[in-house]
């Protein structure tokens, strides 16, 4: 591809002598864009859209906790020198396989439902927190430390070499 066939829509701003690109906003350069207006979901709209995305996750979840079941009675019941015979793969030990696809369905499913709900479920309006201050309170007297926790000075001594 050519510096000919570039439409001109995808070629940088025109430029000065100095190779200065000229910028939108000649007073503030560094101007905010600001956020695209809000566009409301599917679940936000329609209730049952948010029921149908409340049962996916629901049973993507339920199902990741049998895989994790299914993985330990996997690992209690199928003996360790037991062998199967899985068509592309070939002979495989049963055990190795039972385990490597109950732990991998389980942890796909709970990842796919924690995404699932993230993106249909959760809230996705910015809310900013009033918080309090972090600062400590002002003391009301002079610091002072209990007796009982004093070293006495032989013991600073000996503690400090």
């Known amino acids: 591809m050519s510096s000919q066939d570039i439409p001109e829509e995808n070629l940088p701003a025109e430029q000065d002598a100095h190779g200065a690109v000229s910028v939108a906003d000649e007073h503030d350069p560094f101007a905010d864009p600001g956020l695209p207006p809000h566009e409301h979901r599917v679940q936000d709209i329609d209730e049952r859209a948010a029921k149908r995305s409340e049962r996916v996750v629901a049973f993507l979840f339920t199902l990741s906790m049998l895989l994790t079941v299914g993985f330990i009675a996997s690992y209690v019941a199928i003996p360790a020198d037991k062998s199967i015979f899985v068509f592309p793969i070939g002979h495989i030990s049963a055990l190795n396989f039972a385990l490597g696809l109950t732990l991998g369905g389980a ?28 600062e400590a309170p002002p003391r009301s007297g002079p610091r002072s430390w209990p007796t009982s926790r004093r070293v006495p000075r032989s013991r600073r001594s000996a503690v400090a070499s």
Not at 111 to 116: E, L, P, Q, R
């Open 107 to 134: 942890l796909f499913t709970i990842g796919a439902g924690a995404v699932h709900w993230a993106r249909t479920l959760m809230s996705d309006v910015e809310i900013a927190d009033e918080r309090h201050a972090i």
